[in-house]
């Protein structure tokens, strides 16, 4: 037994069969798209060699959509702060 197709797919499969309801579906289908689309826009890479693999892999991705993620500059223990380095106040 097949498994049941995707929403997206048997409703074109239906516009294919009944093209009466054409006028109807098409609208739906292309609403979809592009809803699926914008939720695919931004990426966030842990690094910038993982970003530059990524966008060599997809040449038409747009850089400006993508970015590394940021990461946060630790305070060694001892600089500006008081405690062992342990996090410990003395």
Do not use: W
């Amino acid at each position: 037994m097949r498994c049941p197709l995707p929403l997206f797919h048997q409703i074109v499969r239906l516009a294919q069969e009944k093209p009466e309801l054409r006028p109807f579906l098409l609208p739906l289908l292309e609403k979809a798209r592009t809803a699926s689309v914008q939720e695919r826009v931004a990426v966030e890479f842990p690094n910038q060699k993982a970003l530059d693999k990524y966008l060599k892999a997809h040449p038409k991705a747009d850089p400006k959509n993508h970015s590394v993620k940021r990461q946060d500059k630790k305070r060694p223990a001892g600089k500006g702060t008081k405690g062992d380095g342990f996090g410990l106040q003395s």
